[in-house]
């Protein structure tokens, strides 16, 4: 099963894990990380490392969600995939609820690292959408 790591800024990990145990059930091999104002760069790193180190022992391939592109959860992510195979270890900005629902569906379906992550970043971005525009779209059809 493929290690998933969720990495945000504040209890948002926490909080999107929540939800999606809401609605999936109770997920293993799934861990979060939170980075707070007191929380330094180098215990993050760490406790990065530590999460990515563990999720390894238990599977051949980790995804990392982070919620911010070039903040510090992603760049502790990246750093922590650069002696990593590429083909065994993705890191993902812009985490929403959609994207990690598709990510532990296709995962349960026991669907490789490469599938997943297009599916997953697929779903987070049909995921978005306003409601107007919705409305729309379905009274073109």
């Keep these: 099963m493929i290690g998933i790591i969720i990495a945000t800024h504040g209890d948002f990990s926490k909080g999107i894990l929540n939800a999606a145990e809401t609605i999936m059930g109770k997920q293993d091999n799934c861990e979060v990380l939170t980075l707070f104002h007191e929380t330094s760069v180098e215990d993050f790193a760490d406790e990065m490392t530590e999460k990515v180190n563990n999720a390894f022992e238990e599977s051949e391939n980790v995804m990392v969600f982070t919620d911010l592109f070039s ?5 502790q992510a990246v750093l922590n995939g650069r002696n990593r195979n590429k083909e065994q270890y993705r890191v993902i900005c ?14 349960m379906l026991q669907k490789d690292i490469n599938t997943i ?8 971005e049909k995921g978005i959408d306003e409601f107007f525009n919705l409305m729309e779209e379905m009274d073109k059809e």
Excluded at 71 to 75: E, G, I, K
Excluded at 94 to 107: K, S
């Design 71 to 75: 903040a510090t959860p992603y760049n």
């Design 117 to 124: 992550t297009e599916k997953a970043i697929d779903a987070g």
């Design 94 to 107: 812009g985490v929403n609820l959609p994207m990690l629902i598709e990510a532990f569906n296709q995962r």
